[in-house]
C-alpha cells in the first residue's frame, strides 16, 4: 500500500481492513477485472476508493484516469466525501458530476485537469456523448451497485463507457447476486476475478 494512502487510513481511524477488503484488496491491486458481490454496509465503497487511490497515486497530467459510475446523488455524495478523508495527502484531482449542475460548466472544470470523474450514468453519458472528457489516458471504470444501475435499465450506458478504452481495469461492485449481472459481467470484464 502506498504510504500516503495508509496515514490517512491511520488518521480516519480506521484501525484494520474488513473482511471484503482483505480479501480483495491486493487482487484490486494487480490490475485485473473483477466483479465484487457484497452485502450492503461491507465496506464497498471504502474499497473502492481505496483502490482508486492506491493505483493513481498523484495527480497526473489533464485527463482523467478514473471513472466512478454510481446510482445516485446520495452515493454520488458519500464517495466524493470518502475521497476527500482517504486521499487527503495525495494531490489526486476528484470531481463529482452531478444531473442537476450545467454540463458546459462541467466540461470546463474538468478541461482544467481532473483525475477522477464520480457521477451518475445519464450524466457519465452525457459527457461522453458530448466529448468532456478525453478517454485516452483512462486506467480505471468502476461500478458502483451494479444490480440498481441494471434495474434502472443503465445497461447500454455501462456498456457504452465499458468500450472506449479497452486497456483500463475494470471493477463492477453489487450488493445482490443476480443472473443479469453475472451476464453484463461476462460480457464486459475480461477475465476476471469474482469475489
Known amino acids: 500500500m502506498n504510504p500516503s494512502l495508509e496515514e490517512a487510513i491511520i488518521q480516519s481511524g480506521i484501525q484494520e481492513a474488513n473482511e471484503l ?8 491491486k494487480s490490475g485485473v477485472d473483477c466483479l465484487v458481490i457484497a452485502p450492503e454496509n461491507s465496506g464497498k465503497t471504502t474499497l473502492i476508493v481505496l483502490s482508486v487511490i492506491q493505483k493513481l497515486e498523484k495527480a497526473f ?5 478514473a471513472l466512478i459510475m454510481v446510482a445516485d446523488r446520495d452515493r454520488l455524495e458519500k464517495t466524493t466525501e ?24 462541467e466540461k470546463n472544470e474538468i478541461s482544467e485537469g481532473i483525475d477522477v470523474i464520480i457521477g451518475t450514468p445519464k450524466k457519465l453519458n452525457a459527457l461522453l456523448v458530448s466529448a468532456g472528457y478525453d478517454v485516452n489516458q483512462l486506467k480505471m471504470y468502476v461500478v ?9 435499465r443503465n445497461e ?12 483500463m481495469q ?11 449481472v453475472e451476464d453484463l459481467a461476462d460480457k464486459l470484464l475480461v477475465n476476471p476475478v469474482y469475489f
Open 144 to 152: 458502483d451497485d451494479l444490480e440498481l444501475l441494471i434495474k434502472e
Open 170 to 180: 475494470q471493477l463492477f461492485f453489487a450488493s445482490k447476486n443476480t443472473q443479469k
Open 21 to 28: 477488503q482483505r480479501n480483495t484488496f491486493s487482487t484490486i
Open 156 to 167: 447500454p450506458v455501462i456498456s457504452r463507457i465499458s468500450t472506449v478504452a479497452p486497456k
Open 82 to 105: 470518502l475521497f476527500k478523508i482517504l486521499g487527503r495527502n495525495t494531490d489526486l484531482r476528484v470531481y463529482p458530476v452531478a444531473d442537476y449542475r450545467d454540463i458546459d460548466e
Open 61 to 65: 497530467e489533464q485527463s482523467p484516469r
